[in-house]
């Protein structure tokens, strides 16, 4: 197979110390592309569900209405489409209509000019019946779906929806049709808890769209479209087989973005954890939260651990690979930087979800500790955490300023957290004596 993945995987820390029972520990996995040749995507089965309610034509100040914004963005990303591709276009506001049956890229025209005439069609504007068009993309995109094409279900929305239950359903049937599914909201007023919820089930992925910013939405079109054309690897998984008496306790993604990744038990140890797709230059990188048992000093394997994919079609495996560590009681023990500073990004992303909490539950002294640690941790990263700094800086203001954390001001910084920026590591890992992982 001219196209492959590797995969690498490195340790917290290079040895460990067992004082009593157990340890925790972490592994970072990387998966990394490789191909010869001119090997191309795999062909893409996208259908768009757009959002035509009234509240698509606010114009935020910007000067355009966010559906204008939302068809130019469209109209920008298609260039990024391959002939061999199919596009196909629902829009939903009270109910839902077909409104660009499936229509391979070779219709380029034809396809922008239904896109130029999506706020002309006859859907009532009265309401936002995200499950109608969920439902309608579902049975466009399930005739072509296979593990050989790349089929995408994007949805777009700027506000509460009805049929939040039969979303849920929808997201959750779309793995099992090897349908991938992403969510975009637009502005604050969207259901953010249910968009989660839907890519978490779906194994998708969401985006927030500042709708203050005139700009945005065709920048995260295009991130969304470049991903989909470079995707080379599909039906990405990685399977897990600790040895006795180690156990797994999470397994995470942390690049290109964060997010809790399900170990689904295979058989007595056997783990797998469901990746998705894998572009031709994305190397994707999860960390493992392990727990080990107390043992004499010498090498051990921890666990093996394996990758498979697909490639047009074709089932690939890294095989299994071990992964090791020394135990040394009284050696000293040396930091891996680069595992150490996904450790602090997911520590900031775990401290942003109670932070969401407790803004909900209205807890002022908590979100204040929370904003505070956050910021703290942040400020530590340095160039990597500023942005997430100054959103934790912006929550305090708020606090103060009014007693309140602006909607605008929570989906940024949830937004902000779960980014991994892949920044060169400054130093060096260096000794630590005396402490374990």
Known sequence: MSAK???????????????????????????????????????????????????????????????????NAVLAALPMLRPADSLSLVAFGHDAAVILEPTTLAERDRIAEVVRQLDRIEVDPGGTAMDAGMRLARDLLAPRASPEVLSQMLVLTDGETSGDQAC????????????????????????????????????????????????????????????????????????????????????????????????????????????????????????????????????????????????????????????????????PSYLNAEVAKHIDEVQIFELNRNLQQAISGANTVEIQRLAQTIEKKAEVMGPRGRKKTMLARQVLEELGQGGRVSRKTQLALDDCARLADEMPLGEAATPTEGKQS
């Open 5 to 71: 993945i590797h995969l690498e995987r490195m340790m917290h820390r290079n040895s460990v110390a067992v004082r009593g029972e157990t340890v925790a520990s972490y592994a970072l996995l990387k998966l990394v592309p490789s191909f010869e040749g001119a090997k191309s995507a795999p062909p893409l089965n996208l259908s768009l569900v757009m959002d035509v309610s009234g509240s698509m034509y606010e114009e935020d100040g910007t000067g355009l209405n966010r559906l204008r914004r939302v068809q």
């Open 168 to 331: 849920r359903e929808l997201a959750e049937q779309l793995p099992g049709l090897h349908v991938q599914l992403t969510l975009m909201g637009v502005g604050t007023e969207w259901n953010e808890t249910l968009l989660k919820e839907m890519a978490r089930l779906g194994k998708g992925n969401w985006y927030y769209i500042d709708a203050d910013q005139p700009a945005e939405t065709e920048r995260i079109f295009g991130i969304e479209f470049g991903h989909l054309t470079s995707a080379l690897f599909t039906d990405v998984a990685l399977l897990v087989r600790p040895v006795r008496d180690v156990r797994i306790k999470r397994c995470r993604q942390v690049v290109p973005e964060i997010r809790d990744l399900q170990l689904e038990q295979c058989d007595d140890r056997l783990l797998k954890a469901t990746v998705g797709t894998l572009g031709r230059d994305q190397t994707a990188k999860f960390i493992l939260d392990l727990s080990l048992p107390a043992r004499p000093d010498g090498s051990y394997v921890l666990s093996q651990v394996e990758a498979t994919y697909r490639v047009a079609g074709t089932a690939g495996t890294t095989g299994p690979i071990p992964l090791q560590i020394a135990y040394a009681a009284n050696a």
